[in-house]
């Protein structure tokens, strides 16, 4: 069967079915011809050849090659399926996927150091507030000792990505000059010792400095970082899942194939040599048959596993992180506010804006938006009333009790903090500064804190459902380092087991 | 032929279950030779339409996204600003770059790449005025109401500040009016003003470079098309490194006295 106008498809199938429907006038010409000499000899150049070809060794032994072939490609394209599994998870599971919550921590740490920047200038040398200023400074030093550990992370990861390099180069240079803008605001702070409140014009005016420095420059830096490795998760888990799909369709079709092929060469060793079964053939089919069964489930399990680690986890995370980023510079804007009389309205729009980015619901007004999220946090579970990041959760977590209870909890936290929030500009607008600053630093700061540790819970569940499918995923490969060659051997020998005893029977 | 039959039947089979979970991404203006980029042609300093030709910070920006997007050539296409979503929907135009603030009900209906810069609300007051320093001075005197438009109320309403306001047609009408003291005040997104400002003459007028609120300018995309924010947002953050952000700010906004950042903003996400 291997002269040239008969050159069958790799697949092996052509001949396989000429083989079985032979003797049939509706095959095509080409593919299905009889095993006619007079015909093949008109186009053929190498006629010399012809007559070995239907000898009977000569046919086990076409056969026999086709089969081998067939399992040959079943093995290839198996390996190179599992491989961008293997490469999903990896890119997904090791690289990008922990760099989003590297980064996502370097903006918390960031925004949190001008926080508690502004928290000292604010209570100056009062001592009752709060935590105290002590604290305040501590949480500023292990913040800052935070960011420089992560900002090192960051240049290692950007390496491959020349704008991301340059992106942590200047963050790295912008970081120097924060931190001596920060601590001269504080040197001059001490200095001034001033009682709770706006401190004077000179630390106002460095800190200004800071504070912009901060917040047009390094944190949009940081959250785009994140944002760019959230990109590289996405485009690494759509090739991916494409990939792995045209790789279960080839490896069933090749399965099928070989299948046909098995089958093809031992209905013609049953009807030549009078034998019902070759039995080192028909383990060979099952075998086949096995390991095709087992690799599209597999990669079906693969590509949903890969699916739920981006849609259910990664997603989520990303999501949430960027809402707790957001939410800790709205809790820096509220010192800002006490902080910087003149700026009072700037930084109460920020805020405003940033609360409509955490959760969205009109009005153009802090006075409509307290009243917004009442109305829409009540309202939740039973409809979801709200966008922005929380509205997007709200959608995503429909059918999951486990993270809409957690959603639950994270909405209560921020209302109540929003309702404190309320208070405290209440309190400032009525000129009672000192318990505006009171209730900053008192229950607006636990409230925020509550909020901010509903939203660590949430997005734990989600890092949960990540880290679980990974781990599934490259679990359930384990086995095919060794599986699927050994199971491609094997099933190579017995083809060879199987029509060896017939050929010899020609010595 | 049964044998074949079962392997079409099969492949059929795998193929289609393939293509339903392949079929998820979608149609991406990335690597279009020619972009259709939606414009805004009657504000001066953004989007401009002098001697036929389309001038402005926004329109030398959507040039400078569309050449790393991977385009030959750029046309650009009036939008009004009632019809950005449905044009954007009907693939008429390839994206948006004309003073388009991205808000959360804008995205429901489409996808912003960007900001690519974050304006903000800001007063213009005759240069001789020097007694306003912040949106409170504006108590007593005459601010400008634009027809159909809001930015008045975060000054009267949200502020509660006490102005008086002289309705007028358009922000360019305002901007003239300052001049013989028929408004003391124009208030709205100060690239806005510091076009109009560079058009009337810049040494009249200045700012009170008090800005209160954050209007983020994101560039439109058909809803679904990630692969193209994702490139954009690149393409931004390359503008603002290679300096090119800088020099167009300059270039288009720096005799106005307004003040510029020139750092790359913080996206959306896509």
Redesign the interface.
């Known amino acids: 069967m291997t002269a040239p106008p008969l050159t069958p498809a790799p697949g092996g199938e052509p001949q396989a079915t000429a083989a079985i429907a032979h003797p049939q006038g509706n095959t095509t010409a080409v593919v299905g011809t009889p095993p006619d000499p007079m015909q093949s000899l008109a186009p053929a150049p190498r006629p010399a050849r012809a007559p070995r070809r239907r000898t009977v060794p000569g046919r086990i032994r076409t056969q026999a090659a086709v089969c081998l072939f067939a399992v040959a490609v079943m093995f290839g394209g198996t390996f190179w399926a599992i491989g961008n599994v293997r490469d999903g998870l990896s890119v997904i599971g090791e690289d990008a996927g922990p760099q989003v919550v590297a980064t996502a921590d370097m903006y918390f740490a960031l925004s949190d150091m001008d926080a508690q920047v502004a928290n000292v200038l604010l209570i100056g040398r009062e001592t009752g507030l709060g935590t105290g200023k002590d604290k305040a400074v501590q949480r500023y030093e292990q913040r800052r000792a935070e960011v420089g550990k992560a900002l090192l992370l960051a240049s290692d990861l950007a390496m491959g990505d020349p704008t991301e390099k340059r992106t942590v180069e200047a963050l790295l240079n912008g970081f120097g000059r924060y931190q001596q803008l920060a601590e001269r605001a504080m040197l001059l702070n001490q200095q001034a010792a001033h009682p709770a409140g706006p401190p004077p014009a000179q630390v106002i005016s460095v800190y200004r400095e800071a504070t912009d420095l901060m917040r047009l420059d390094l944190l949009p830096k940081a959250y785009n970082l994140t944002l760019e490795s959230g990109t590289i998760v996405r485009q690494t888990y759509e090739e991916e899942y494409l990939a792995i799909n045209i790789g279960r369709i080839v490896v069933g079709v090749v399965g099928l194939g070989t299948l046909a092929a098995l089958v093809v060469i031992q209905v013609f060793l049953a009807r030549r040599f009078r034998r019902v079964t070759n039995p080192a053939l028909l383990v060979a089919t099952v075998t086949v048959g096995v390991l095709t069964v087992a690799a599209v489930l597999l990669l079906g399990n693969g590509a949903e596993g890969l699916r739920k680690a981006k849609e259910e986890g990664f997603n989520s995370v990303l999501a949430m992180s960027r809402a707790r980023a957001i939410g800790n510079t709205m809790h820096g804007d509220q010192s800002r506010y006490l902080l910087d009389p003149e700026r009072a309205d700037t930084y109460e729009q920020v805020y405003l804006d940033n609360s409509q980015k955490v959760l969205f619901t009109p009005g153009g007004s802090l006075d409509k938006y307290y009243v917004g999220v009442d109305k829409v946090v009540a309202a939740y579970p039973g409809s979801i009333g709200f966008l922005g990041f929380h509205g997007d959760e709200a959608g995503s977590v429909m059918n999951r009790p486990d993270e809409k209870a957690a959603l639950v909890r994270v909405l209560k936290g921020y209302q109540r903090f929003q309702q404190a929030d309320r208070q405290m500009r209440l309190l400032a607008n009525a000129q009672k500064g000192a318990e505006a600053i009171g209730e900053r630093m008192g229950d607006l700061s636990r409230g925020f804190q509550a909020y901010d540790n509903a939203l660590v819970d949430l997005i734990k569940l989600h890092g949960g459902t990540f880290d679980e499918e990974i781990k599934k995923g490259d679990a359930s490969l384990g086995g095919w380092d060794w599986l699927l060659p050994g199971a491609a051997l094997a099933a190579a020998v017995l083809i060879l087991l199987g029509v060896r005893p017939r050929l010899s029977e020609y010595r | 032929?049964?044998?074949?039959h079962?392997?079409i039947a099969?492949?059929l089979v795998?193929?289609v279950s393939?293509c339903g979970?392949?079929g998820?991404?979608t149609s991406t203006i990335v690597g279009k030779e020619t972009m259709i980029v939606g414009v805004k042609i009657d504000q001066p300093g953004l989007g401009a339409l002098k001697k036929g030709r389309n001038e402005g910070f926004d329109v030398d920006v959507a040039a400078y996204l569309a050449r790393k997007l991977g385009a030959k050539n750029v046309v650009y296409k009036e939008t009004k600003s009632a019809e950005r979503e449905e044009m954007l929907r009907q693939g008429k135009i390839d994206f948006i770059v004309a003073s388009y603030s991205i808000t959360?009900?804008r995205?429901?209906k489409v996808d912003f790449a960007g900001p690519y810069y974050v304006a903000h609300q800001d007063t213009l007051v005759r240069a001789s005025d020097t007694g306003i320093d912040?949106?409170?001075d504006l108590a007593g005197k005459k601010l400008c109401q634009v027809t159909g438009s809001?930015s008045w109320?975060?000054v009267k309403?949200?502020?509660k500040v006490n102005v008086s306001l002289v309705e007028m047609p358009s922000y360019r009408e305002c901007t003239a009016k300052l001049a013989d003291g028929s408004v003391d005040a124009v208030s709205t997104d100060d690239l806005i003003l510091a076009g109009l400002a560079g058009e009337t003459g810049t040494s009249s007028v200045r700012f009170v470079n008090?800005?209160?609120?954050?209007e983020r300018y994101g560039v439109g995309l058909k809803k679904g098309d990630?692969a193209a924010c994702?490139a954009i947002?690149?393409a931004i953050?390359?503008m603002y490194?290679d300096g090119t952000a800088k020099e167009l700010l300059g270039k288009w906004f720096g005799r106005t006295g307004l003040k510029l950042?020139v750092?790359?903003?913080?996206?959306e996400?896509?």
């Open positions: 032929m049964r044998v074949r079962a392997v099969a492949a795998l193929g393939g979970l392949a998820a991404q959360a009900e995205k429901v912040d949106v409170r809001n109320r975060r309403e949200e502020r008090a800005p209160f609120t954050d990630v994702e947002n690149r953050s390359e490194l950042t750092t790359v903003p913080q996206f996400g896509c």
